[in-house]
């Protein structure tokens, strides 16, 4: 279901592992200030835009 709503038609990939490793396997850390939560990513991850694609489109998601 993740994968029919939130890649982009031309990201679309057939094996779930490809998926997890392009968005779960990536060096970063979360820190929370003053009520926020907020994620440092990798500054040479070179799945960057597909990352920050992908979260932007499960934002948009009515649920």
Do not use: C
Not at 4 to 25: G, M, S, W, Y
């Amino acid at each position: 279901l993740m994968k029919q709503l939130a890649f982009p038609q031309e990201k679309k990939t057939t094996v779930i592992d490809t998926i997890r490793f392009q968005l779960f396997h990536i060096a970063g850390k979360v820190t929370e200030h003053a009520r926020q939560v907020q994620i440092h990513l990798s500054s040479t991850n070179v799945y960057n835009t597909l990352f920050w694609e992908v979260l932007t489109r499960i934002q948009r998601l009515n649920l």
